[in-house]
């Protein structure tokens, strides 16, 4: 029973063999959006570390879960009023049935300051380190020759680019995080030719806060996702999100994914510094008989020089 879990988890995310999305799907994507967007990085204004752990479709074995940790920072004094350049780094691990991955990226984002807003431009580039037991699959084809040799850290190079526009109260955002559609040929190792291939992502957000009275501010939030090429393409996906932000220290949310999932998140700046989330998953789907749902917590830490700056921590300030 337990394979069977395992294979309904990796059959989802995967519909057909051969191709893959190289892209993780985080719920709480606004608290830090360099994770799918370079040109976020250096849009606090201060250095920021951050943490996200994701457990996906718990109760079903095999099912992914991911852990990243990413930190970025203008670059220069933190007496400068405004710093073009930022830069960031993360670090990606993620396990999904037989296969681990782990990921190291580093980000670049040269800023332009408007009257009212910044513009920033960002590259990223960096690689995966790919990893596969087949030998703990139990396949209905024995001997399948796709699942004979195991894959031990092959190397998958990659880079991507996007462009992120903040006011002091909305954000917009459109990138390609991982542009190279990387495969692992097989064919020396097996009987065939056949190919494991990513997909390359697409992804426009954006958000807007309304100010409702003096302790109440109302943000609508969405994420548009795409992967495909000419070949083949996955579902096209998306979030709506709305979040009642309270003394510009508590955040209730709701959000609903159209590949069919309810979300409720809960996120709390406790001090300057540090900002706590969670959010949890309700499925919609064919799968919600044999999974608890999905769990994710973000922790973030900034480090702040100038507390002056900052007399009114605002975590919404992910603009």
Request: glycine share 8%.
């Amino acid at each position: 029973m337990k394979r069977l879990f395992w294979l309904i988890a990796i059959v989802t995310l995967a519909p057909l063999p051969g191709f893959s999305q190289s892209d993780q799907h985080y719920t709480m994507f606004m608290y830090n959006k360099l994770l799918y967007n370079p040109g976020y990085a250096g849009s606090r204004d201060l250095t920021s570390v951050n943490m996200a752990y994701r457990d996906q479709w718990d109760g079903i074995p095999g099912a992914p879960k991911t852990l990243n940790i990413s930190v970025d920072a203008p670059v220069g004094s933190y007496m400068i009023p405004f710093r073009k350049v930022a830069i960031g780094m993360s670090f990606t691990s993620e396990e999904l049935g037989v296969e681990h991955n782990h990921d190291l990226v580093a980000y670049y984002a040269y800023r332009i300051k408007m009257k009212k807003s910044v513009v920033s431009f960002g590259l990223q580039a960096g690689g995966k380190f790919y990893s596969a037991n087949y030998d703990k699959l139990n396949p209905y084809q024995q001997y399948d020759p796709n699942l004979v040799h195991n894959v031990k850290n092959a190397f998958l190079p990659n880079f991507g680019a996007g462009v992120y526009w903040s006011g002091d109260n909305y954000y917009a955002g459109l990138s390609v995080p991982n542009i190279l559609q990387n495969y692992y040929d097989k064919s020396e190792k097996t009987l065939n030719n056949e190919k494991a291939r990513e997909i390359r992502g697409y992804y426009i957000n954006g958000g807007y806060v309304y100010q409702l009275n003096n302790t109440i501010e109302i943000e609508p939030q969405v994420m548009f996702r795409y992967a495909g090429n000419g070949t083949y393409h996955l579902p096209f996906s998306a979030d709506f999100n709305v979040s009642a932000i309270a003394y510009s220290r508590l955040m209730l949310g709701v959000t609903y994914r159209t590949d069919k999932s309810f979300e409720v998140i809960l996120h709390v700046q406790a001090t300057k510094n540090i900002n706590i989330g969670y959010a949890y998953d309700y499925l919609l789907s064919s799968l919600n008989p044999y999974s608890k749902g999905s769990h994710e917590l973000v922790v973030g830490y900034n480090f702040m020089r100038d507390n002056s700056k900052y007399t009114t921590p605002r975590f919404i300030k992910a603009f």
